[in-house]
């Protein structure tokens, strides 16, 4: 089983800030099998990034994601309000597929 | 856009067996994957296994032995049934579409295992 493991756990930060959230796999994983979702509070998760750098339908451009191999990143370039909650990474390489533990992006 | 919708007992006694379903409107459950995955309390997401709408499956191999996925395509729906439930299957199950990643999900239905 490939073992996802975020960090931070918890990143503050203000609006109008920069994200960027890591993803570390145990082993490799092939860069079309590899996603982020974006989760807040009674909702359904939603797809962000799949394919390690491509954007879901209607994801604004300052969320994008990159890597490769073993090392994943999701970065968001500024903050804005809506984009505070729980991030997800997930390969979809090799069964059992996996998701990380989550980072939270909360307000400072 | 299609969108999924689960529903079952919120309530299930230890030993017994979860079902939940999932109905897909606006769009066809033919053609695709469908997944069901959880979240217990105060965790991270667990993928349980997927379904083709043909019939194959592919399940979690910490589930294997007590979960059956099926497709019913003349009512548009997935089927989830996980057997001798513990207080440890208490969670969130969430359905979920595949289109390589998990691309439309449902709202998820909290079930809890207690006596």
């Known amino acids: 089983e490939i073992v996802l493991t975020q960090s931070p756990g918890t990143l503050s930060l203000s609006p109008g800030e920069r994200a960027t959230l890591s993803c570390r796999a145990s082993?490799?994983?092939?860069?079309?099998?590899f996603a982020w979702y974006q989760h807040k509070p009674g909702q359904a998760p939603g797809l962000l990034i799949y394919?390690?750098?491509n954007r879901a339908t209607g994801i604004p451009d300052r969320f994008s994601g990159s890597g490769s191999g073993t090392d994943f990143t999701l970065t968001i370039s500024r903050l804005e309000p809506e984009d505070f909650a729980v991030y997800y990474c997930?390969?979809?390489?090799?069964?059992?597929?996996?998701f990380g533990q989550g980072t939270k992006v909360e307000i400072k | 856009q299609a969108q999924l919708q689960e529903s079952g007992p919120g309530l299930v006694k230890p030993s017994e067996t979860l079902s939940l379903t999932c109905t897909v409107s606006?769009?066809?459950?033919?053609?695709?994957?469908w997944s069901w995955i959880r979240q217990p309390p105060g965790k991270g997401l667990e993928w349980v296994g997927y379904?083709?709408?043909?019939?194959?499956?592919n399940y979690n191999p910490s589930l294997k032995s007590r979960v059956t996925i099926s497709v019913d395509t003349s009512k548009n729906q997935s089927s989830l049934k996980l057997s001798s439930v513990t207080a440890a299957d208490t969670a969130v199950y969430y359905c979920?579409?595949?289109?390589?990643?998990?691309?439309?999900w449902g709202q998820g239905t909290t079930v809890t295992v207690s006596s």
């Open positions: 606006g769009g066809s459950i033919s053609g695709y994957y």
């Open positions: 379904i083709y709408y043909s019939g194959s499956t």
């Open positions: 082993q490799s994983v092939g860069s079309n099998y």
């Open positions: 997930h390969q979809y390489n090799n069964s059992p597929w996996t």
């Open positions: 979920a579409r595949i289109r390589g990643a998990f691309d439309i």
């Open positions: 394919g390690t750098s």
